[in-house]
């Protein structure tokens, strides 16, 4: 009788364990996944930017030191070892695009460009999508992170060396309203 | 926070189902015993009625809701960048599939989603809503659109819609008990009018008299509180509730649309027919809504 209560309760745990250890393994698949989504942005946006300095060149003259930055910005978001290190870069890339964005109301040519419209609905899509997936990001981060510490997946994440996933900061230019000189 | 509403509301869904499916029955026994003088008869016959107009329903595809309001489909970016980049971010971040995008010709803003899954669902959006709102009140809208789709409303005002349908299917038949009731007053004579039966009689006149009004106000009731969980999830989606607010203080101010089919009314963001009821609103009033946004 003992043996059979004994069997019941190994039983109870292994399932408990297995079906935490699956959780946790889904949990983290989803922050990489997320963060596969901000990786595709990154890219298309790099993609984009020598197309914007190429338009952009020809029409405001004023702007040459505002290219060389975004060019600059655009290989370190490139060369970037670990998501931290790229969000940082690409932060500071779309600070300067969107100031840029807001100073290119003042040059009427490049304003009457299709090239250039078109290129700007398609970085300004590329920036809602970083913004919108790194919020997806941190969301998965945090469910993972929860599990990381509460019990019993705490133990199992011990055991099988789970670490937990790095939130990624929103810049503070984001909730500024880009400043407009004319 | 969000994901326990949605089970939440999924739950709610079968208790909505069950609990709607024995008031059919009730009503189906009402009319079955002023008809036939049988109550197993007419719970029968209100059931076979409710599964035949769910399944009418739920099959109605997305093609048949969307030329119903004349809203024509587009298939990629370039027909209108900034309505399919912004359905794109939403559902990105509400985690579902990419909804089929439709646009409606037509000035006044407004916008509604479809579909009993998020597997196959679409958005459509007016030309109007496109040429107003500026790219965060899109994105409320829209978001508010998504969220529709991910905590499957459209699945349970179709079933809502479907058996209220059917109750008053009954209660129209049933209404009929002086036309058709002959035989059984020849019945009544026969067994001389016992007091029960009088009682059953005067029961299933006042659940005929009742029920039409009582499945119409829950089924409202249950599009209102759809509502203001969409426009909760839209602000969970878009972290920003200024966008929704200034978007429906757009809508409250706009005319209605010219040409929207009456049926489809409640599926839209904003009542396009801009009637004036209460009781039997689909949505609630702007300005209670614009009022729980502010308080987020």
């Given at each position: 009788m003992t043996l059979w209560i004994i069997i019941a309760i190994v039983v109870v745990i292994a399932f408990v364990w297995i079906v935490t250890y699956n959780g946790l393994v889904t949990a983290r698949m989803r922050t990489q996944e997320a963060w596969s989504q901000i990786d595709v942005q990154l890219k298309r946006r790099n993609d984009l930017i020598p197309n914007l300095v190429n338009t952009v060149k020809g029409y405001a003259k004023h702007e040459s030191e505002t290219l060389e930055k975004v060019t600059r910005l655009r290989q370190d978001v490139a060369a970037a070892a670990n998501p931290q290190e790229a969000m940082a870069a690409s932060n500071e890339l779309s600070g300067v695009l969107s100031g840029f964005f807001a100073r290119a109301e003042a040059y009427p040519d490049l304003k009457a460009n299709t090239n250039f419209n078109k290129l700007q609905e398609e970085l300004t899509n590329t920036e809602n999508k970083i913004a919108y997936s790194r919020q997806l990001f941190n969301t998965t981060t945090a469910t993972y992170n929860t599990k990381l510490q509460s019990f019993p997946s705490n133990m199992v994440a011990k055991v099988h060396h789970f670490q937990p996933s790095e939130f990624l900061q929103v810049p503070e230019a984001e909730k500024e309203v880009p400043k407009v000189e004319f | 926070m969000l994901f326990e509403q949605i089970q939440s509301n999924k739950r709610k869904t079968i208790v909505l189902l069950v609990a709607f499916i024995i008031f059919v029955a009730i009503v189906g026994a009402a009319v079955g015993y002023l008809l036939w003088r049988s109550l197993e008869f007419g719970i029968i016959a209100g059931i076979i009625i409710a599964v035949i107009y769910m399944t009418i329903m739920i099959s109605n595809s997305t093609s048949v809701v969307m030329a119903m309001n004349n809203a024509h489909e587009i298939?990629?970016?370039?027909?209108?960048p900034e309505l399919w980049h912004t359905v794109e971010d939403m559902a990105m971040v509400a985690q579902v599939p990419m909804p089929r995008v439709f646009i409606i010709d037509d000035q006044s803003p407004n916008a509604f989603a479809t579909g009993n899954n998020p597997q196959k669902s679409a958005v459509a959006a007016t030309t109007g809503l496109l040429s107003t709102m500026n790219r965060s009140e899109l994105e409320g809208v829209i978001g508010h659109e998504i969220s529709h789709i991910r905590n499957y409303d459209i699945r349970i005002s179709t079933i809502a819609l479907a058996l209220s349908a059917a109750i008053t299917f009954l209660v129209n038949m049933g209404s009929n008990w002086w036309l058709w009731g002959s035989g059984d007053r020849r019945d009544n004579n026969r067994e001389g009018g016992g007091g029960l039966q009088i009682i059953l009689i005067v029961f299933s006149i006042v659940i005929m008299i009742l029920a039409p009004l009582a499945a119409a106000a829950v089924q409202m009731a249950i599009s209102r509180n759809r509502e203001y969980l969409a426009d909760a999830s839209s602000v969970a989606l878009t972290r920003n509730p200024q966008g929704l607010i200034s978007a429906l203080e757009k809508l409250g101010r706009a005319r209605p649309?010219?040409?929207?089919d009456s049926a489809s009314a409640a599926l839209y963001i904003s009542n396009p027919l801009k009637n004036k009821q209460h009781?039997?609103?689909?949505?609630?009033?702007l300005e209670e809504r614009i009022a729980r946004l502010e308080k987020m």
């Open positions: - | 298939t990629s970016s370039d027909q209108s649309m010219k040409d929207v009781l039997f609103d689909t949505h609630p009033p």
